[in-house]
Every structure is written in structure tokens, then in C-alpha cells.
């Protein structure tokens, strides 16, 4: 696996623990592979550990109507208490609370969910909410959250979702993504000034890697849509892009598939 994989893994295990990624500087050697398996493992310990605080919760929310759980939950629990019972009640229950929370607090508890195991409950949010949580996270640059949901919403959330993010966000969201086969998906959804504002956050944000690494899970249709782009790119962009390339801040596969 590439150095840009660990990357990626380490922003994931940074979020898991509630750190910094440059905590965890001294594992940027470590497989991807490896890493991706001790974040697993410190997920499910960290659920188990206040499994039956979280159990105590997800029984008590059953036993009221849902529209009064709701409203508890909202104004007294923290949203990490609010995502975990989220995960132990009956999806449809869960459904019927996040329907009657608040945008900004159901982006709280967004932030604190583990969304695999969540995946009815998050296939049955409608695309429009799932748009309005989406662009509140990227507005707080909650990455690492917003990728780990993409395996688990519908088409059509996708779709909605991706509509409102800017090119600058669709990188920094695809770097992060749990499933990369999702990144060729996500390219068939862009418009074209979505990719020019990837290209033009590259050269301005220094976005190589993640630039690079949405080449890398690209089909012939798409990495030929980004050929296109490129080419129509400003004229600093480009030149830009070569000297990364150059540098090794892009790699030479990268470069071919936008000049090819």
C-alpha cells in the first residue's frame, strides 16, 4: 500500500481518538492495512467499554413516545451518548428521533457515530437532510465524518450531498473515504467547475495527495473527464501540476492520467 494510504488512515485513527494526526506522527510508517485494523479495534473497545451506560439509554428512549425521546435526548444528552443509542435501538425507532432533531445538534451526533453500525438508519435519512447535514460537517471540516458515511447512504443522497460540496471539500472528502471504490461514483456526480475547483485547490491549497489518490481510484470515463479539465486549466495551474509532479508531490502516474 502507498504512503498516502497510511496518510488518510491516520487522519481516520486521529478522529477515532479524538486527536490531532500529528499525535500520531510516529506511525506514518505503518501499513495502511495494520492501521485500519487497530482503529477497528480500538472502535469496539471504546463502544464496549460504556456498552451498558449506552443499553441503559437505548431501553429507556423505547419506552417513550418518539417525539418525546427525541426532544430528551436533544436538550440532555451529550452526542456521543445520543449517536450510541442511536446504534442499539430498533432502526426504525432511531429514524423517528433524528427525524425531530434539530440540523445542528443531529450534526453533532453525526460526528460522534460509528456509521457501520448504523447503515439502516442512515439509508433511510432523506437525501435533502442528508445534504444539510453534510454541508454543516464540511463546514467544520469534519472530513473523516462525511467519508465514513458515504458507504452507507442512498443514490440519491449521494447525489444531493455531493451538489452542495465545492471541489476543495470533494478532495479532502475523497482522501478519507472508507471505500474508495465510491470515489469513481462520486466523479460521475461533479459538474465540470466542480472539477476545475479541485484542480485550482490543488495548485492553491497544495492538495496534491489527495489529488493524486482520487486519480488513483478513477475509471477509464472519468480520468478522461479530468484529462478534459486539465487541459482547459488555467495556465498557472498547470504548470503547477508539473512542478509537483516534478517533485514528487504528485506522482508520475497522477500527472499521465491528466495529460495522457
Known amino acids: ?18 486527536v490531532e494526526p500529528a499525535r500520531l506522527s ?10 485500519r485494523v487497530l482503529r477497528a479495534q480500538i472502535a469496539d473497545a471504546l463502544f464496549e467499554a460504556d456498552r451498558p ?3 441503559k439509554m437505548a431501553a429507556l ?40 432533531m434539530s440540523d445542528g445538534y443531529l450534526a453533532d451526533v453525526s460526528a460522534a457515530l460509528d456509521p457501520a453500525r448504523a447503515p439502516e438508519v442512515i439509508a433511510q435519512i432523506p437525501a435533502d437532510r442528508i445534504a444539510t447535514i453534510g454541508a454543516e460537517l464540511a463546514r467544520r471540516k469534519e472530513w473523516v465524518v462525511i467519508g465514513g458515511f458515504v458507504a452507507q447512504i442512498s443514490a440519491g443522497a449521494m447525489a444531493a450531498a455531493v451538489a452542495g460540496f465545492d ?4 478532495l479532502r472528502i475523497g482522501f478519507v473515504l472508507d471505500d474508495k471504490t465510491r470515489i469513481d461514483d462520486i466523479v460521475a456526480l461533479v459538474t465540470d467547475a466542480q472539477i476545475d475547483e479541485m484542480l485550482l485547490a490543488a ?24 484529462r478534459v479539465r486539465f487541459g482547459a ?4 495551474v498547470v504548470s503547477a501540476t508539473r512542478a509537483a509532479a516534478k517533485s514528487g508531490a504528485l506522482s508520475k502516474a497522477g500527472l499521465a492520467c491528466l495529460t495522457a
Open 203 to 226: 495548485e492553491g491549497q497544495s492538495l496534491w495527495t489527495e489529488l493524486d489518490d482520487l486519480l488513483a481510484h478513477l475509471g477509464p470515463q472519468r480520468a478522461g473527464r479530468m
Open 61 to 100: 428512549s423505547k419506552a417513550l413516545p418518539g417525539s418525546v425521546a427525541a426532544k430528551i435526548t436533544e436538550h440532555a444528552l451529550a452526542p456521543l451518548l445520543a449517536a450510541r443509542t442511536a446504534e442499539l435501538v430498533e432502526p426504525h425507532r432511531a429514524v423517528d428521533m433524528v427525524s425531530r
Open 26 to 35: 510516529a506511525l506514518a510508517d505503518v501499513p495502511a492495512a495494520d492501521l
Open 233 to 236: 486549466a488555467p495556465a498557472e
Open 1 to 18: 500500500m502507498s504512503p498516502r494510504e497510511s496518510t488518510a488512515e491516520i487522519q481516520k485513527l486521529a478522529h477515532t481518538l479524538g
Open 167 to 170: 471541489g476543495e471539500q470533494l
Open 53 to 55: 451506560a449506552f443499553a
